[in-house]
């Protein structure tokens, strides 16, 4: 059974033969600025947003490439086939759940990429075994009536009673973004699993959201390995929202329904940004830090992100000290170095954002965008066989947080 249903899985996934990824130096701002004309024509998907690592589909290549050469751009090619990076991640995957099954192990672990239906079964298991730590509800229902789960990890009987502050966290609100998902699913374990170790992390009550976008992230497992947004119909032709860029703070209305950065018809439009908006307002007042956990970059970004010049956010001072401080929690533990910065500014400018939303309108002191580390040349996210890895030194930036509001 395993076997039939992978292979009308695969028979149906959508394909990237022939699609490169290109690896881009920039010398100046400029540079990086006149590159992003290329951001919204079809068959270019901008990586890391910044434009480190674009994709080009087969027939823009000749093009993109004369256009990196005659503006004197560094560039390499570091995936000459995205199909096959895509199709290695598949394989292992199916593989290791196969033999999981086959051996009857029904243990936790981070070897592979779960599925919704697994992390879901997962929190549920945990607010059965765990009902003083625990909580479980349905916050939502998305376009294709999946459901929208959040747990609430509290040392108050798995209540929030408005006696500490709440630190809020999203994964997956962008489908692709899968090492995202799974190191907030490490957190949820390592905070539940082993609350014996991390008393410090408690002083504060935990709303978390692993899998923000199910529609997209169940498609980006079944269908399309690198679809972004929600499964809203947005047009005649075209399907999808970027939830990042529906939240009802400095919104703008794009006219491109089919791009990948669409933010919808009106603030707020999405089911899914309607159930965390909705979240967010239950826990006003004890509101303190938002972190939406994406990938790629290593990057810890702080608002505003939808102007450029970028405008800081009030207490950007604090907001630049509490990630530094992150960031060599990641170097202690051997991760990587995060850019720690204003997400305008280092990144890009985007309208919309949940990230600016939450500090500018929902009441949180803080907010960040975490941009974890992303696989280079291997695919989009790293190699499964890497993933304990980036959610331990995650991890890390969690709980170098927690302690500091």
Request: glycine share 8%.
């Amino acid at each position: 059974m395993v076997d039939d249903n992978f292979s009308s899985i695969t028979s149906a996934m959508k394909r990237y033969l022939s699609y490169k990824v290109y690896k881009i130096e920039f010398a100046s701002r400029d540079e990086q600025a006149g590159l992003k004309q290329w951001e919204e024509k079809d068959g270019v998907d901008f990586w890391d947003g910044a434009g480190h690592r674009i994709m080009i589909h087969p027939d823009l290549q000749q093009d993109f490439e004369s256009f990196l050469v005659s503006n004197h751009i560094s560039h390499e090619v570091i995936i000459d086939d995205v199909e096959t990076t895509i199709e290695a991640e598949r394989n292992y995957n199916n593989e290791y759940r196969k033999a999981k099954l086959a051996s009857g192990r029904s243990t936790v672990d981070f070897d592979h990429f779960w599925n919704t239906q697994e992390i879901y079964d997962y929190i549920d298991e945990l607010a059965v075994e765990y009902p003083n730590l625990v909580s479980v509800e349905v916050i939502g229902h998305t376009e294709e009536n999946r459901e929208i789960k959040s747990i609430t990890i509290t040392s108050t009987s798995g209540q929030v009673n408005g006696t500490k502050p709440v630190i809020f966290i999203d994964g997956g609100i962008h489908a692709r973004e899968w090492a995202g998902v799974m190191s907030v699913v490490y957190l949820i374990h390592e905070l539940v699993e082993h609350s014996y170790e991390y008393e410090d992390m408690f002083e504060n009550d935990w709303v978390i959201v692993p899998v923000a976008n199910p529609d997209g992230y169940e498609y980006s497992h079944l269908t399309d390995r690198l679809w972004r947004k929600n499964r809203f119909r947005s047009s005649i032709q075209c399907t999808g929202v970027d939830l990042n860029r529906n939240f009802a703070y400095q919104w703008r209305l794009g006219s491109n329904r089919c791009s990948i950065t669409y933010g919808g018809r009106i603030p707020s439009s999405e089911k899914e940004t309607q159930a965390l908006v909705a979240l967010m307002e239950r826990y006003r007042s004890s509101l303190v830090l938002y972190l939406a956990v994406h990938t790629y970059g290593n990057m810890i970004l702080y608002p505003f992100a939808y102007a450029s010049p970028f405008v800081p956010v009030d207490n950007a001072a604090e907001h630049a000290a509490i990630g530094e401080r992150a960031r060599d929690a990641v170097l202690a533990v051997g991760g990587p170095n995060y850019i720690v910065g204003n997400s305008a500014y280092v990144l890009y400018s985007a309208y919309g954002t949940s990230t600016d939303y939450a500090v500018g309108r929902a009441g949180f002191q803080y907010g960040y965008t975490l941009e974890l580390t992303g696989g280079g040349s291997t695919g989009f996210d790293l190699p499964a066989s890497e993933l304990l890895n980036v959610a331990h030194a995650t991890f890390q930036i969690f709980r170098s947080m927690s302690s500091d509001i």
